[in-house]
């Protein structure tokens, strides 16, 4: 015979415990929200405009002709890239599009540095078609139109969220090999 207890909603059969309200695959706190094992966050590319090298620059002419006012969101000088600073509010940002490729399903790690330059260097080429550049998306600032690149760098045990302004004369077309 098997003796059942009802303690706070789990019950005890046999020494084994288990949670009679909870269905694999759903998310408790979202419970319309399936989710599926290994599944990684796709983009919606019929919903954000992909940007290659040729485009950037002239959505960065654009910005830079039109001018910058003055404004809160660079507190933090962001000529290169830097962990977004907290200073940094984030409300005045609207993501305007992405250099990520869709059709790429795994983008190259490989780093454009010509001529000794690093990447925290304020003068490192923006080349789309590396990295960090081919998984970043195109931010504007609502109140002074300044852009700048995202992405969110991940490693072992941390994810640091990363920034860098756009200028028109770092943005460079170079290819892979």
């Known amino acids: 015979m098997r003796r059942r207890a009802r303690h706070s909603g789990i019950a005890r059969v ?14 408790i706190l979202a419970p319309n929200v399936r989710f599926a094992r290994n599944a990684s966050p796709q983009r919606d590319s019929s919903m954000t405009q992909t940007f290659d090298a040729a485009a950037l620059l002239q959505l960065a002419q654009d910005a830079e002709q039109a001018g910058f006012a003055t404004c809160t969101c660079c507190k933090s000088p962001l000529d290169g890239w830097q962990s977004q600073p907290l200073s940094l509010d984030e409300s005045l940002l609207v993501q305007v599009g992405t250099l990520v490729d869709a059709e790429d399903p795994e983008p190259t790690f490989r780093e454009f540095l010509p001529a000794g330059s690093s ?14 550049y081919n998984r970043s998306d195109v931010w504007k600032c609502t109140s002074c139109n300044r852009l700048f690149l995202r992405y969110t760098e991940g ?3 941390f994810v640091d969220r990363r920034i860098r302004s756009i200028a028109s004369k770092l943005i460079v077309d170079a290819a892979p090999e």
């Open 14 to 27: 046999n020494d084994r415990f288990s949670c009679p309200n909870v269905i694999p695959g759903v998310n």
């Open 119 to 132: 990447y925290w260097a304020p003068d490192a080429p923006i080349a789309p078609r590396f990295y960090p």
């Open 155 to 157: 490693g072992g045990y």
